[in-house]
């Protein structure tokens, strides 16, 4: 499954380690394994520089969501993505604390790391959600239950937490590397993205630009081609609270002005 627009779980645990042979079989509480999950991310990160991907960096966040999901998968026994009455994976990474562009899923049973990373290697839709260049984060947990092991790996791309100050900056430097001024007219770039309407008190802006999204490495195309006229000199940047603020993806709300 994918969400952003895939996924299954690797699960890790904080608990103290319990080796599966300790587990009693007929026991359905599930026992965490730290050393099961590491070894999953271990043998991801390793497939991932064989194939060209970046490495993975791991997210307490996302850990925490992934080992939720993995101890009801051990609860109930066949395994899903998602069970009756549960959030599907971006609420529950959202709920975790995660802050994501992108958000995937893996889940899965087996005897052995090696055997459930060798499984989502074979399988394409598994293959693709572990090697994606989309991603670069990944909590894992790995829960042993009924003689197996579940478990469950949650990808994302990670974004970060930016003040509204931090993101007029972030694209501040973006319109100063394009060769524009940055004009004071702040306070009416932010009435604007807030009203998601032209709000100028003072000089009219000759063209208004409002997008919402997660990436403050680039200027929308839109934007850039006007920039590219050589009609404008001076931008005005505001941000403000983004639409929708109760989806789990997050994003950032611009408004740019040009004069």
């Keep these: 499954m994918r969400i952003l627009p895939k996924g299954f779980i690797v699960c890790l645990a904080l608990a103290p380690f319990v ?6 079989l007929h026991d359905l509480r599930a026992v965490t394994i730290q050393p099961e999950a590491w070894q999953l991310v271990m043998l991801a990160n390793q497939a991932r520089a064989a194939a060209g991907s970046g490495p993975l960096e791991w997210d307490l966040a996302l850990a925490e969501a992934a080992r939720q999901h993995c101890l009801q998968m051990a609860a109930e026994g066949p395994i899903s993505h998602r069970y009756g009455g549960e959030a599907d994976v971006a609420v529950r990474a959202g709920q975790a604390g995660a802050h994501f562009s992108v958000i995937e899923e893996n889940v899965a049973i087996g005897r052995s790391p090696a055997l459930i990373h060798s499984a989502w290697m074979r399988s394409p839709d598994h293959r693709a959600n572990l090697l994606s260049p989309d991603v670069d984060r990944v909590g894992v ?7 197996v092991l579940y478990a469950v790996a949650d990808y994302e791309r990670a974004v970060p937490v930016l003040t509204l100050t ?3 900056g972030a694209v501040g430097e973006l319109l100063r590397r394009s060769g524009m001024d940055l004009s004071s007219a702040s306070d ?3 009435a604007s ?5 032209l709000a100028a008190s003072g ?8 997008w919402q999204g997660s990436d403050l490495n680039r200027l929308p195309s839109a ?6 006229s050589g009609r404008y000199r001076e931008a005005a940047v505001g941000s403000c609270a983004p639409e929708n603020a109760e989806n789990s993806f997050t994003a950032y709300r611009v408004a740019v002005m040009l004069y």
């Excluded at 000089?203 to 409002?210: G, K, T, V, Y």
């Excluded at 934007?223 to 590219?228: K, Q, T």
């Design 19 to 24: 080796s599966l042979a300790q587990a009693p």
């Design 141 to 147: 947990a790995v829960v042993a239950s009924r003689g």
């Design 166 to 168: 931090q993101v007029e």
């Design 188 to 190: 009416d770039a932010r």
């Design 193 to 197: 993205c807030a009203q998601d309407r």
């Design 203 to 210: 000089r009219r802006p000759s063209f208004l630009m409002l």
């Design 223 to 228: 934007l850039v081609d006007r920039i590219a």
